[in-house]
């Protein structure tokens, strides 16, 4: 099977930002510190620990690799280790990237890169913003 035929089998249910992830009895995930964007008082900033959960669904083996590009995406502000993971037919897989001592140098949309076997699969936004630049964030990201 190609490459292309094997990622077709392949589809991203959903990701996460988050503190950390545990693994809990009954082999359970439990994230702590969901988040959508870094709000801060002043920039820059770095987090001590940072996770990104991708969840999968499809089947087959694959090599995984997550990016933060800076908002011109010129530079990378942090890459993680190639992962492989397994998806059995039709099954479901978590893949979890940690990251440590990650700083932020300014505010802006940065760009949340998923890469599988080495190709770009999926990019989102992650926005940093201080007090003083409150307009990065839409209202219909605020928690009411």
């Known amino acids: 099977m190609s490459d292309a035929e094997s990622t077709k089998k392949l589809q ?9 992830v545990r693994l809990e009895a009954g082999n359970k995930l439990s994230f702590m510190g969901v988040f959508q964007n870094i ?9 001590i620990k940072f996770a990104i959960v991708n969840h999968w669904q499809g ?14 995406r010129q530079q990378p502000v942090v890459v993680s280790q190639p992962t492989r993971f ?9 893949n979890i990237s940690f990251f440590v001592n990650v700083t932020f ?9 998923t890469l599988i076997d080495s190709s770009l699969y999926e990019e ?21």
């Open 39 to 47: 709000m801060v008082q002043q920039l820059p900033v770095s987090l």
């Open 86 to 94: 397994e998806i059995a037919s039709g099954g479901f897989a978590d």
């Open 12 to 20: 991203l249910l959903y990701t996460l930002f988050c503190d950390d």
């Open 105 to 113: 140098p300014t505010a802006g949309r940065y760009v949340v890169q």
């Open 59 to 72: 089947q087959g083996s694959y090599l995984s690799e997550v990016r933060i590009l800076t908002p011109d």
């Open 124 to 144: 989102q936004l992650l926005t940093v913003s201080d007090a003083t630049e409150p307009e990065l964030l839409g209202a219909s990201e605020a928690v009411n």
